[in-house]
């Protein structure tokens, strides 16, 4: 059991809690030490709404570990409906800090996701980038149903510390949840396209962009096909002013 568990709010019935990048990180460092599994989600807008529409989804969201403010749409919405979050806890800015302070730890490291070969440049980087950190195996996400169990059985015999996995979401989140308690991995997270930034072969949005909280639209320049799922963006919005005048 952990020790301590962190305030949380409410955002269309989606848990978020309530932490700093430090925080979140001083958590997970909680879960590695219980040695118990645990499942972290890095909750955006896009996510957030369609779990408001889709219980499943929720459900495995509000099962989470630790639930962290992915996006500048979450703080906005905490801030609306009064219960101000810290700071924005992304997947990517989770993953990097959790390497840097796994290198210390001596944390052991799997990476599942991305198109062949990209977790494996990922983790390459990583490691450049903390020396001492221990990856302990990597596989690409394009696997069917009749290679699941052995990559479920090359994941325990790995026996990681922290199991990234970079599938999409919802499609992460649910594989986890599927599999969390078979491979007893004491952290489990999705990080979506975080694979394919560390490994180059998509680029994050420019410091100033992120500043300016305009990574979505920065996205959508980059990815066009990406407009049909930031059409989400408004209607997220919609959702929880009407929940924020029920409230009021």
């Known amino acids: 059991m952990s020790r301590s568990t962190p305030p949380s709010c409410y955002i269309l019935g989606n848990r978020v809690d309530s932490l700093t990048l430090a925080g979140a990180v001083a958590r997970v460092k909680e879960f590695v030490r219980a040695g118990t599994p645990h499942h972290v989600v890095t909750l955006n807008a896009e996510i957030a709404y369609r779990a408001y529409g889709e219980p499943q989804l929720q459900a495995v969201i509000n099962r989470a570990h630790l639930v962290t403010a992915d996006g500048a749409g979450i703080l906005w919405a905490a801030r609306r409906l009064g219960h101000p979050l810290p700071e924005r806890v992304t997947g990517i800015d989770l993953l990097q800090a959790l390497a840097a302070a796994g290198a210390g730890e001596g944390w052991r490291f799997y990476l599942y996701g991305a198109a062949p070969g990209v977790a494996a440049q990922a ?102 096909k990406r407009v049909k799922r930031i059409m989400a963006l408004p209607k997220f919005m919609i959702a929880v002013w009407q929940e924020a005048r029920r409230q009021g």
């Not at 999409?168 to 649910?174: F, L, M, N, R, V």
């Open 123 to 224: 983790a390459a980087h990583l490691q450049r980038e903390h020396p001492g950190l221990v990856v302990a195996g990597t596989s690409h996400g394009y696997l069917g149903p009749d290679a699941m169990p052995l990559l479920l059985a090359e994941i325990r015999a790995a026996q990681p510390h922290i199991l990234l996995v970079g599938l999409g979401a919802p499609k992460q989140e649910y594989w986890i949840a599927s599999y969390l308690e078979e491979l007893q991995v004491p952290v489990a997270m999705g990080v979506g396209g975080s694979f394919d930034v560390l490994a180059g072969v998509a680029r994050r949005a420019p410091a100033w962009v992120q500043r300016l909280n305009l990574e979505w639209l920065y996205r959508v320049v980059k990815e066009p």
